[in-house]
């Protein structure tokens, strides 16, 4: 890294500013202290947790988390402060309280004593001192510190006894960190709330609250960290009123267009969900290995079954050689049948633990949760494999099942369909719009695993002749076999859970479409977000522009100072892209996979960016 008076320091976007005491802003001598910013993260998400950490590591420590979601068992692989015990609470709360367990048990009593004292001069007063920013903190190290457990309870991360839901999260209050579950979209989100805080961070993952969130950040003249990541793409983009572009400023990709892999395993309630799951399927059996997936826990489990079909068919081949005759040609056949009906009953068995076992586990689950039967408006159904599941004892658990819930089910989904009904065609052009019935999803089923299994073979013998290591075959839409495989298994959980069957050629479109949600990313993508708050930070500071350093001046004053620094011109904020590959002339030799870009003006055809804002106020008449 270059020296701090190097000629590429100043132009390097991705060097981490310093904050020494030399750097004063205009309107004030103190040097601009971290821990007295007031930072609004918007979404507790993958990058939520990301930022979360890196901020409060950072030094940061008025953090105030947001977000409207809960925890769900598909989100523990890739945001690493969840656990199984945290699976239905809230995650702007459970985030607030992981966060607090990275601090020193001092400093959090020293934060919570600052945050209790806030809250009482606010209700009290309706007014909040700036006491508490100039507080020396001589208790505190500035360093983070887990307890030993590595995690702090609930009740301490709260510190002054809010609970869920009941939780003030006005910026001039906010000391540690605080989370709130709160929907954005919501009256209660305003433009009053936000002017409380001095830079707000989006870690939002769907365009109509991004949308919201840049129009009210753009009215409120407050900065915001815009950022996303798709695959192993992401983006990070500072926005500044009357100075960036703004989230609106260009045209973005419609939302249907891409499915992010986020929905509920145990619970789709779209074709895109069980799509996405039978891709997982795929990958986990046939694919390259690839610890991301969702439905990782699975692999050794399905694995044995693969194991078991390997040693079904070197047994087959020793019968083969040991029967006498063995070359005359009935033999072979007869062997050869004998191999081709075990690997016919391993892929039976495979649907069985699928698309039966795993959804009776569901079923027995689901009954010992009774909040989680009020909730579900259909139980899944079982599937009835032929050879392999008794039909009384299927009937039974499912009549069972119905029983248990039918006080609770409100009748079944808009397109919901019958648990023994063979929906065919939707209509009468190409085989591959036409949509199979559940006992032709089970045939394409058995015959792409057979085949799928068979490629595989082929190409362990191939690579083992060669010396090469085992990789599987990656996912491809053009790819006959594996689109089988895919197709059929999304339509069987689709029977499961009551969801119209879609044809092959829907299936093909939306698992061509689908894109992973990948921790390493999220990473990155929120590392570039703080590295991009330290710049704004920076230039905002040395021209006396942070809201909570601003100090109440006469009308001719403010006209003035009319500032004449811009944040193109005189700050090292970029736009910064995340490539999933090495791009560059040389890519080999001085390739990069992190492209900072220079921040553009807002463009002359956004509505929003253009439009004027007034503030007016309404006095009592009476």
């Not at 692989?77 to 809230?90: E, I, K, M, P």
């Not at 190290?141 to 003030?168: F, I, M, N, Y």
């Amino acid at each position: 890294m270059a020296p701090a008076s190097s000629v590429s320091a100043i132009f390097n976007p991705l060097l981490v500013p310093t904050f020494s005491p030399a750097c004063h802003s205009h309107s004030s001598s103190a040097p601009l202290r971290l821990s007295n910013v007031r930072v609004l993260v918007v979404g507790a998400g993958g990058i939520g947790c990301e930022v979360c950490k890196d901020l409060l590591l950072s030094g940061f420590r008025r953090l105030c988390v947001v977000d409207l979601d809960t925890i769900d068992v598909s989100n523990l692989n890739r945001q690493f402060f969840f656990r199984n015990a945290h699976v239905g609470l809230s995650k702007a709360f459970v985030l607030a309280a992981a966060c607090s367990a990275l601090l020193s048990p001092t400093e959090r009593q020293a934060l919570a004593r600052k945050r209790a004292r806030a809250l009482r001069q606010l209700q009290q007063t309706g007014e909040v001192d700036s006491e508490g920013e100039e507080e020396s903190e001589e208790n505190n190290d500035g360093k983070p510190g887990p307890d030993a457990d590595g995690q702090a309870p609930l009740s301490e991360a709260e510190g002054v006894g809010e609970r869920e839901g009941d939780v003030c999260i006005d910026g001039r209050t906010v000391w540690g960190v605080v989370g709130q579950k709160m929907n954005i979209l919501s009256s209660d989100f305003t433009i009053q709330l936000l002017q409380t805080y001095d830079v707000v961070i989006s870690a939002l993952d769907n365009q109509k609250a991004r949308r919201h969130l840049n129009g009210l950040c753009i009215a409120a003249d407050l900065p915001l960290i815009e950022a996303g990541s798709t695959g192993y793409s992401g983006q990070v983009m500072p926005i500044l009123k009357n100075e960036t572009l703004c989230y609106d400023c260009e045209a973005k990709p419609r939302d249907q267009q891409r499915f992010p892999v986020c929905t509920l395993r145990q619970r789709p309630e779209r074709p895109e969900h069980c799509i996405a799951w039978a891709k997982m399927i795929y990958e986990l059996v046939f694919g390259v290995e690839d610890n991301e997936n969702l439905l990782s826990d699975l692999k050794e489990q399905l694995r044995t079954f693969l194991d078991v079909s390997s040693t079904a068919e070197a047994e087959g081949r020793e019968d083969e050689t040991s029967l006498p005759g063995a070359h005359e040609k009935g033999a072979g056949d007869d062997s050869a049948g004998t191999r081709e009906e075990a690997m016919r009953l391993m892929s039976r068995k495979m649907m069985k633990e699928l698309f039966h076992d795993q959804i009776v586990d569901l079923l027995r689950l689901s009954q010992e949760n009774k909040e989680a039967m009020k909730k579900q408006e259909l139980l899944p159904t079982p599937l009835c494999v032929q050879g392999l599941t008794d039909k009384e004892t299927f009937e039974a658990s499912h009549c069972r099942a119905s029983e248990d819930t039918k006080t609770t089910n409100k009748g079944p989904k808009q397109n919901a369909i019958a648990p023994t009904e063979n929906t065919q065609g939707e209509g009468t052009g190409l085989e591959s719009q036409r949509t199979w019935s559940v006992q032709e999803c089970q045939e394409v089923f058995e015959r792409s695993f057979l085949g799928l299994l068979e490629r595989q073979k082929t190409t362990e013998r191939e690579n083992a002749g060669t010396g090469k290591r085992e990789a599987g075959i990656p996912f491809d839409k053009d790819d006959d076999l594996a689109m089988d495989f895919v197709a059929a298994a999304a339509n069987l959980r689709m029977h499961n859970f009551h969801i119209a069957l879609k044809s092959r050629w829907f299936i093909q479109a939306v698992a061509g479409s689908i894109i992973p949600a990948i921790a390493a990313t999220n990473a990155v993508v929120a590392a570039l977000q703080v590295v991009q708050l330290f710049h704004l930070l920076q230039f905002l500071h040395s021209e006396g522009r942070l809201r909570h350093q601003r100090r109440e001046a006469p009308q001719e004053e403010n006209e003035k100072r009319k500032p004449v620094k811009t944040l193109r011109s005189e700050s090292n904020c970029r736009y910064v892209w995340v490539k999933p590959f090495v791009t560059g002339v040389r890519p080999d030799a001085a390739g990069r996979l992190i492209l900072p870009e220079v921040v553009d003006p807002p463009r002359a055809s956004c509505f929003l960016c253009q439009q004027q804002t007034v503030t007016i106020e309404l006095a009592s008449l009476s």
